[in-house]
């Protein structure tokens, strides 16, 4: 009898531990779904088919967030990690912790995220830094790579000016230290960095450095933070070794508070020695952190080291994220994944922008102008690099939250193309007051800047819509993301004038001419 008892208790742990809990969502009517990986923006809402996506493990350069929504009011939330796929029209949501309910909050898809906003990532009323959206950015990752140097980033800032570009953020990126872990100014490329943040001050910009959770091995920072527990271990109790884009890394152990708190003094150090005003953080990824390694918290996950990570970006307001797990309305500037130079990967930015928002980030920048990828602008001579790409791609930018230059149009582009691009830049700036009111009015409502047209118009079939996106409550914007110069715009019932001041009544599909000069948008009249 007792054996049969003990048999009986084992199969009851084996269950609870091994079993996994299932969710099928058979939708309803006229229901589409959103949400869990933004990289998969331009799949939403799921009609076809998606092969498992584990939430734990994957992330696909990007935010993940264990929540999906839909245009029929409904949506699930998990505080962890779950598997979720698409099939015959049904989404299968597969969790080892827990049965993930279906929650009907009302009937439409800003019922579903209102609701879910407030219950689970509330925003509290504080935004990054207001420069973010009211000027474009700067990074010199695309001009400099891993030769980041004081000489060519004081050039870079003042062609800038010189091409008539607005002044506003100008980050600092990969390889300025002498290496990871270490934070200082590699003293042959940087002779005198004070100088620099000081020189890069008086143009007008601000200052931001790229960082990374990763420590060289076998450096004096690696042996010194192995003593004092701050370093991820592996099985052994040695420093775990993690693979990373730039080789192999030991990495901080930010589920340590003490360790969090020690990479925070370094930064506020940087800042009070050099003046630097924020900081890139960057990597981060669920992807990293295997089951093999041995944390400081117990029974942290994967997704934990991310979300560490960025919440350090909480302690300054010049901060910017390209991987977190959760932390929606949070004071925190969120990117999209370096992208190609491809129609392709234009043609993502709305969507995965329509993502973000949806998932609680607002404050979202998208991918640098004319795409992140190095490889794409890496030796290749500019009579290669398509213009038009790079000129469209500043026209989404333009009236997005956030834009990001890193590729040099001055560089790359004609001059009549310049021209145009450079008019993008300043149109973001001239719109930087009314995007400034919807962050204010996102800071403390949660609602999305750059929001789905069924978002904001239920029940006109603009589910699909993913080349169209509101912009606050007033402005429909519809640029062009491929190579024609002709497109069709879906109006929402209503009135609506367009940028070249012509009035057009909604509830109808217009064709309009776009010459590569023009970024159509549409406000609405009534």
């Not at 597969?94 to 009937?107: Q, V």
């Not at 879910?116 to 009211?134: M, R, S």
């Not at 329509?354 to 290749?380: R, W």
């Amino acid at each position: 009898m007792k054996n049969i008892l003990l048999s009986f208790l084992l199969h009851l742990i084996f269950l609870n531990i091994y079993s996994q809990h299932e969710t099928i969502i058979k939708s309803l009517k006229n229901e589409f779904w959103w949400g869990g990986a933004i990289a998969h923006g331009s799949a939403m809402p799921y009609i076809s088919p998606l092969d498992e996506y584990n939430l734990l493990t994957q992330n696909s350069n990007n935010q993940i967030v264990p929540f999906m929504l839909s245009n029929k009011g409904r949506y699930i939330w998990s505080e962890l990690p779950f598997k979720y796929s698409v099939s015959d029209n049904n989404i299968i949501i597969k969790s080892d912790y827990e049965k993930i309910d279906i929650i009907t909050a009302g009937k439409t898809l800003k019922d579903a995220y209102m609701r879910a906003c407030d219950k689970y990532f509330k925003p509290e009323g504080t935004l990054p830094d207001t420069l973010f959206f009211t000027m474009p950015q700067y990074n010199t990752w695309i001009e400099l790579m891993y030769n980041q140097n004081q000489e060519d980033i004081l050039k870079y800032a003042n062609d800038i000016i010189d091409n008539g570009f607005p002044k506003g953020i100008l980050m600092i990126d990969d390889n300025w230290q002498r290496y990871y872990g270490n934070f200082d100014f590699r003293k042959e490329k940087f002779p005198d960095p004070k100088a620099m943040v000081d020189s890069l001050h008086n143009m007008g910009f601000k200052v931001m450095l790229w960082v990374s959770p990763f420590v060289s091995a076998d450096s004096q920072e690696y042996r010194e933070y192995h003593d004092k527990g701050y370093l991820i271990k592996n099985r052994k109790g040695k420093p775990a070794i993690l693979s990373w884009w730039n080789g192999q890394s030991a990495c901080f152990d930010l589920t340590n508070p003490e360790a969090s708190a020690h990479i925070i003094s370094l930064l506020k150090k940087m800042q009070q020695e050099f003046g630097i005003d924020g900081f890139k953080f960057d990597a981060g990824d669920n992807s990293f952190y295997n089951s093999d390694i041995i944390c400081y918290k117990k029974d942290a996950i994967a997704v934990d080291h991310t979300k560490a990570w960025a919440k350090i970006g909480l302690e300054f307001p010049f901060n910017e994220m390209r991987a977190c797990w959760k932390l929606g309305g949070k004071a925190l500037v969120q990117r999209l994944g370096d992208k190609q130079h491809s129609w392709k990967a234009i043609s993502a930015l709305i969507p995965e922008m329509i993502a973000a928002g949806l998932m609680g980030y607002s404050y979202t920048c998208p991918d640098m102008i004319g795409g992140g990828q190095y490889k794409s602008f890496h030796n290749v001579d500019p009579r290669r690099i398509n213009q038009n790409q790079i000129v469209r791609s500043a026209q989404i930018h333009a009236m997005m939250p956030m834009m990001q230059f890193s590729v040099a149009p001055w560089r790359v582009l004609s001059p009549e193309n310049m021209a145009i691009t450079r008019d993008m830049a300043l149109l973001h700036e001239k719109m930087g007051a009314y995007i400034m009111k919807c962050a204010g009015e996102s800071a403390l409502s949660g609602e999305p800047i750059v929001r789905h047209m069924e978002y904001e118009y239920p029940g006109q079939g603009l589910h699909d819509c993913k080349d169209q996106y509101m912009l606050g409550d007033r402005y429909m914007i519809a640029p062009v993301i491929t190579n024609a110069e002709k497109r069709d715009v879906r109006l929402p019932v209503g009135l609506w004038k367009d940028d070249m001041g012509v009035k057009h009544k909604g509830g109808r599909t217009i064709e309009i001419d776009v010459p590569l000069s023009r970024l159509p948008y549409f406000e609405k009249i009534k």
